[in-house]
């Protein structure tokens, strides 16, 4: 007789790459949709009027619209399921892309980003879940890792798609905000086919439609878990409660000091490259393409790095580099240095920054159980997008006003912080169970909870 094993004890076969697909689809067109704004307003202020706060308004509705997109959706797909939202958010997008191109005021512009934030915003803790509650446990870091290498992917694939758009003319700018509607099709007709989680499933007491879609996915030998979920309703506040709370504080913290200067920098880095001297043809957007592809190399390396060595270094470290850098792309600015010289420094940047960035993915999903995990996903990316979106509200001003050596000092800082934040409260959860994560240092009263919330599947 075959010895039963567990959805995490099995290894990566071919039905885990297709949920990576399927979940990539959200960091994917994060990216891209953040990208492909930075060329195509750049293109769009040499044609239309428009103010600094205005710029700062287009450049920050996406992520102002995930803070609500996030808050809502994670909570909703702890309710009320994660294919649902998962599959039609995909059309939204399309559709919402597409109208982009016919808006004839700068401020229609702003509603339909802030839309497609909310959209892009509901995606990401669905995505999240369901890669976590798929994955091997040995596995899981670099797969949920791989998801935010797909954000770059996206981000570097919406730089190419605008320098060679910009041979479209006037109407480029149009050509490429519509751009994303053509993932957003490709990824709903794709998840049509994908299956609802069953620890969700089981968490809602539907156990037989859970072991049901386990059977069919791995054969009938394999179990959801040795310590299967039961019947948890989902409470909002739960995130603070139960140690939780001390993890929510955490995640949020060290993902928006991450992401504050990424989403700042990235998206006014055609106009940071002008400054530095290089703002002479198409030069500035080609450099954001090179240095966005080649940002990722420093995901493979970290995919490897995070599953050998572990959560809490492949955090810590990345961190101090960063801070190093921007100090030092500060100290050199006006100083006419190379292109290649300052290309170089923006990739020891961001190469670590892509490492330590699979950890937005990893820690909020370990760390929290299954009946608020989507919940907990979705306010760490609504914080993060909101705070992400002042910055870039506010730093066009802030650039203009005091140039590009005080505008990395500052960022520099931020990751100077999210150093010591790190090497104080990083966890480590390195082959743990999702159950074992999602107890770590919690109260007596917390654990216990969670071994009652699991029981034996038969």
Request: net charge positive; glycine share 10%.
């Amino acid at each position: 007789m075959d010895k039963v094993r567990t959805m995490e004890e099995m290894p990566l076969c071919k039905f885990h790459f297709k949920m990576f697909a399927y979940s990539g689809g959200s960091a994917f067109l994060d990216g891209y949709v953040i990208g492909i704004i930075a060329v195509a307003l750049a293109v769009m202020q040499r044609q239309v009027d428009m103010s600094l706060t205005m710029v700062g308004l287009i450049g920050m509705a996406t992520l102002a619209g995930m803070f609500v997109g996030g808050m809502t959706g994670g909570y909703l797909t702890d309710i009320i399921g994660r294919k649902k939202i998962f599959v039609i958010n995909m059309l939204i997008i399309a559709v919402v892309s597409t109208l982009q191109f016919f808006i004839n005021d700068p401020m229609q512009l702003v509603i339909l980003r802030f839309i497609l934030g909310i959209i892009i915003g509901a995606d990401f803790p669905i995505a999240g879940a369901l890669m976590t509650e798929f994955s091997p446990s040995k596995n899981r870091g670099s797969l949920l890792g791989g998801l935010n290498g797909l954000w770059y992917v996206g981000y570097a694939s919406s730089y190419l798609v605008g320098y060679f758009m910009l041979s479209f003319g006037d109407t480029s700018w149009r050509w490429m905000l519509v751009s994303s509607a053509v993932p957003g099709i490709i990824m709903f007709i794709a998840r049509l086919k994908m299956p609802e989680s069953p620890r969700w499933l089981a968490n809602k007491g539907r156990a037989a439609e859970a072991n049901a879609i386990v059977r069919k996915i791995y054969g009938k030998h394999v179990v959801m878990s040795k310590e299967s979920e039961v019947k948890v309703k989902t409470t909002f506040l739960d995130i603070f409660r139960n140690g939780n709370g001390k993890w929510t504080i955490f995640v949020a913290v060290f993902w928006s000091l991450q992401v504050i200067p990424t989403f700042a920098i990235g998206t006014y880095i055609p106009q940071i490259l002008g400054q530095f001297g290089f703002a002479n043809g198409t030069k500035e957007y080609l450099g954001s393409a090179v240095i966005n592809i080649i940002y990722l190399v420093g995901l493979f390396p970290f995919l490897y790095l995070v599953e050998r060595y572990g959560r809490r270094p492949t955090l810590i470290w990345p961190f101090l580099v960063c801070s190093i850098s921007l100090f030092a792309l500060g100290s050199t600015s006006g100083l006419n240095m190379s292109f290649i010289f300052i290309v170089a420094l923006f990739i020891i940047y961001g190469v670590l920054n892509t490492g330590m960035g699979i950890h937005q993915w990893i820690y909020p999903n370990e760390l929290f159980p299954t009946h608020i995990r989507g919940t907990a996903m979705g306010f760490s990316t609504g914080i993060t997008r909101i705070t992400s979106a002042v910055g870039t509200l506010l730093f066009p001003a802030f650039l203009a006003s005091y140039g590009v050596s005080a505008t990395f000092y500052v960022c520099g800082g931020m990751y100077f912080i999210g150093f010591l934040v790190a090497l104080f409260m990083a966890p480590e959860t390195k082959n743990m169970s999702l159950s074992q994560a999602s107890s770590i240092n919690k109260s007596s009263d917390s654990q216990n909870n969670s071994f009652v919330q699991e029981k034996t599947v038969n």
